[in-house]
């Protein structure tokens, strides 16, 4: 039931034939992150790499790079798990159904780990500095941990009931840190290690901390589980992976994952903070450098046939996007249960996860209306914004179940905006929340951690015809050029180079609202984006989607065509304007380093290792 650690995975999926090993020697510095992320666009198999530049030990990667490998890889316990799922959205369906959990208990006792005097991973011992030292992108500060699983309990109530799983971003060497002796721990804020450093900082305790990678690939999908706070992911890990995890108890240290490859166990001492980054991250920018933790590393573990298992983040799709649908797929009935009143949500990928949250709400509070508005919408998305990780979320954009066509949801992106713009009234359903807490890695906003957020909530009937051709009396003010139409409603321009400074609006883009609301026509277009590249942005929906919400803070970046203000409400009479310009103050674009591609087409040549695949 389930694989108990990474070579155990490795060849099973090898038996399959969806794993191709390479023995051409490659480098760990930006080679081998670009070969994963060419091979998972091409849907390609996971890879083994035998021989890697200057480190003894292989690396593994795209394990979960398509939908079909990840089922298979948990395909003895996703059914389970799933009806669990659903178990706690309504618990009398046990009562009603036994038959359909009778693998329920057996699923219970697997959540609880197995305490281990010993194990694998406790075989050897090394130094961070032999470790393999994977750099992504060419700006890096260094190389990273990309999968690995930070685990640490409450110095307040220790144990496995108390602790966490999670997957934060672990820098092994650069900048200020003493080789060897220090690593870097970027987590992000709403992450369940906060609750526990800030604990330990009352109590004036180091914080113990232990950083397995590899093992059962259970635990590196419970690492990046959005689970309520209180639940412990190493329970989910067990039931995910069809066995009890094996935890190594060790007098004064926290337990060990007995079946991962390498664990790096160590503490966090308060004021030692240092620089960390730059990194290319899942917006698709750089996330640039700031201080976060340190951690002071006292070992590092090893079992004899340790794989070290990786990924690379950047512009999605990338391999964390099959995450994120998978971890949906477990978690969609939830939704409900979690978040009275909401009955879908979709983090969307294409935007970067948090920039744009879709959802779809009731809207009951006055069912006797001659004409439904957003009322308990309003309440639906004050709600997502207020628990778990959607409270990251930078625009909120929710319609109302009762108005959707049947079969239509907030996973058709191209559908449910066009339903929202047919109905949105601009002067009543925009919410602004200012100078509020935002995602660590958006650089939108007017500081580390600090923006805003918009609900955009829709409800009734259709307002609108959507344009579907520029207008014809469309003069634009000097600068904006190259209207373009997007899709129906949804206008790009190309606007002038960005040169204002952090926290400042732009008079360009407020003369381009005035002169836009002279245009006749122009109210069939009630979204208007304006971008440093206006043939990029309407290419595509995943280009529409990247530009429009990673570059654009909704406070600062949004203009309208007639805007007005009214006792500090917000509104426009023809249409928004979005300024999703690249800004001055904005973290560069990943960009991938040209001669290194060339290195991975010989790869594909024929002949070689990938030919057929890249």
Known sequence: MGYRNTRECLDALEARGE???????????????????????????????????????????????????????????????????????DPMECLRRPWQYLGAPRTAWHTLPRKVSNGPVMANETVV????????????????????????EDPAAPGFAGSNLGMYRVQLSGNDYV????????????????????????????????????????????????????????????ALGGHRISMVMRPGGLPIPAEADFCICGTVVRGGEKPEGPFGDHLGYYSLAHDFPVLKVDKVYHRDDAIWPFTTV?????????????VHELTAELVPSVFAGVH???????????????????????????ERQPQELLTNAMALLGNTQT??????????????PQGLGCHDVPAFFRHLLERADLTRDLHFI??????????????????????????????????AEVPSGLDLPRGF??????????????????????DQQDPALERLGETLARVPGIEGFPLIVVADDARFTAENWDNFLWVTFTRSDPATDIYGAGAFTHAKHWGAEKALVVDARLKTYHAPPLEDDPEVEKRVDELGAKGGPLHGII
């Open 344 to 370: 879908e949500v979709h983090a969307v990928d294409a935007a970067g996860v948090h920039p744009l949250l879709l959802a779809v709400g009731s809207e009951r509070y006055v069912p006797y209306a001659a």
């Open 179 to 238: 080789r060897d002796r220090e690593v870097g721990l970027h987590y992000q804020i709403h992450r369940g290690i906060g609750h526990h450093h800030a604990e330990a900082l009352r109590r004036g305790e180091p914080l113990k901390v232990n950083i397995a990678v590899g093992g059962a690939p259970s635990m590196t999908l419970a690492a990046m589980m959005p689970l309520p706070e209180g639940l412990a992911e190493i329970f989910f890990a067990g």
């Open 314 to 326: 950047g512009r999605p799709p990338q391999e964390d996007t099959l995450f994120g649908q998978f």
């Open 129 to 152: 500095s032999s470790l393999p030292e994977l750099q992504s992108w060419p700006m890096d500060g260094g190389p990273y941990v990309t999968l690995p699983q930070v685990y640490t």
């Open 19 to 89: 794993l191709v090993r390479i023995d051409k020697c490659v480098d760990a510095k930006l080679e081998i992150g670009a070969i994963q992320r060419r091979v998972f666009r091409a849907k390609g198999p996971a890879l083994l790499f035998a021989n890697v530049r200057g480190c003894r030990f292989p690396m593994a990667a795209n394990l979960y790079g398509t939908r079909e490998r990840m089922r298979f890889i948990f395909r003895d316990t996703l059914e389970t798990v799933e009806r669990l799922m659903k178990l706690k959205l």
């Open 391 to 404: 409270s990251l979320s930078k625009y909120v954009l929710i319609a109302a179940r009762e108005d959707l």
């Open 434 to 467: 200012t100078r509020t807490t935002i995602d660590t890695l958006d650089y939108s906003g007017i500081s580390l951690n600090q923006g805003s957020k918009l609900i955009f909530a829709v409800a009734g009937s259709r307002k609108r015809e959507l344009g």
């Open 481 to 502: 050029r190259d209207p373009r139409v997007f899709a129906p409603g949804m206008l790009v321009i190309k606007g002038p180079k960005h040169q204002r400074k952090r």
